[in-house]
Structure formats: C-alpha cells, structure tokens
C-alpha cells in the first residue's frame, strides 16, 4: 500500500520520520527511496548549519572577558550540544554511505 502513495503524501511522511528509522523507509520502493535520499541529505545539511551556529555562540567566551563559573557552565553545555548534533549529523552520513546515497558529483553515480 505504501508503494502506491502519490509522491506529495510520501514527501509529507518522510519529513516526519525520525533519523533513526528514516533510511528505513527508503526500502519501500524507489520513490521512497528518492525522498528519503532528498530528507536525508537536508537533515544532514541542517545539521552542519546548526553547528555553525552553535559554534558562533561560543566565540564570545574566547575572549577572557567572563565570569569562570559561568563559563564553566556555558562551556559544559556547549559541548554536550555540538557533540550531540555532531553525532546527529554523522549517524545520517553512515546511513546514507551505507545505503548507496551518496553522489561522487564528478560521476553522478553513488
């Protein structure tokens, strides 16, 4: 029944997938799998950004201008953030290098 879906519901479906069931889906047929490829890759794309961001965050407490007590605070929890979206982020790669949806773009082919 899934492969049967128009391809604006499967869209709609695979933007609710969590990560760690989305590659999954991609096995339901080659729709799927063209949508999943598409999710995943934004998701990863995402993730970088917010780590960026992140990271921008921190650039203030560089300076030496603060209070240790709340940089130690501040510093603890920024850690724990890029480490968790950096592990976000590296499950989604896998998935997708493990599942041939990965494009070398000189070839064009996985």
Known sequence: ML??????KVERIVTKIPDT???????????WWQEVRQEAYKRW???ATT???VQALGKPFE???IDWITFEDVN???KRWIDR???DQLYIMEKMLRNGMVVDPKRGKP
């Not at 492969?3 to 604006?8: G, N």
């Not at 999954?24 to 729709?31: G, T």
Request: net charge negative; charged share 30%.
């Open 21 to 31: 069931d989305l590659i999954a889906a991609s096995k339901v047929d080659s729709v």
């Open 85 to 87: 979206l950096t592990e």
């Open 45 to 47: 794309k995402n993730y």
């Open 76 to 78: 603890d929890f920024y």
């Open 3 to 8: 492969d049967r879906l128009p391809v604006e």
């Open 51 to 53: 780590i960026g961001h």
């Open 63 to 65: 300076k030496g201008n």
